[in-house]
């Protein structure tokens, strides 16, 4: 991944899509384009560090790392065993899965979570005779699954819990 020009979608809710827009220029981001409850845009590592901790519309940050069509569950399996997984993380660093699946093709998001999470663990046995472990509740790497018809995206989800989360019940954690 080239750290020095990365592809960024920041998802947010409908109607802020051109506030978000502004937000994400005047922090610094290029070739912003603005998407159904989503924007797109390019920047460094710093600036994908900058908005993370600054954006006030953003719900989620993702850097899409893999997208390719799968018009089959084999094929969707093969594609996620194919890519080179320790460019992103470690066999011994946890990881999860959410989905966002729209497809008459792949009805069920979680059967597709399953069936991606079984594809990086097998590349990692197969590889490296270990397998990385899943957590659900706190992951190291969390990785974000869309699929829109037959077109497949995952990404790294650089934020997390949804960015308005930042901050929630600190008055009440110092009481």
């Known amino acids: 991944m080239d750290i020095e020009n990365i592809k960024i979608q920041v998802k947010t809710f409908f109607g802020l899509e051109e506030v978000l827009a502004d937000e994400l220029k005047k922090l610094g981001g290029r070739e912003v384009e603005i998407k159904n409850r989503a924007v797109n845009c390019e920047g460094d590592l710093g600036f994908l560090y900058k908005i ?8 989620k940050i993702l850097v899409p790392i893999l997208t390719f069509k799968a018009w089959d569950e084999n094929r969707f399996y093969d594609k996620i ?25 792949f009805m069920h998001s ?12 097998d590349y990692f046995k197969f590889k490296y005779r ?46």
């Open 52 to 59: 993370n901790y600054s954006c006030r519309t953003a719900l």
């Open 81 to 105: 065993f194919d890519f080179p997984w320790e460019q992103i993380m470690s066999v011994d660093q946890t990881f999860a899965i959410d989905a966002t699946v729209y497809s008459e093709r």
């Open 110 to 121: 979680q059967f597709m979570s399953l069936k991606m999470k079984d594809a990086i663990v």
């Open 130 to 175: 270990k397998r990385p472990d899943v957590d659900a509740k706190n992951p190291q790497i969390k990785l974000h699954l869309h699929i829109d018809r037959e077109l497949v995206t995952i990404s790294l989800d650089s934020s997390g819990d949804a960015l308005f989360k930042r901050g929630y019940r600190k008055e009440q954690d110092r009481k």
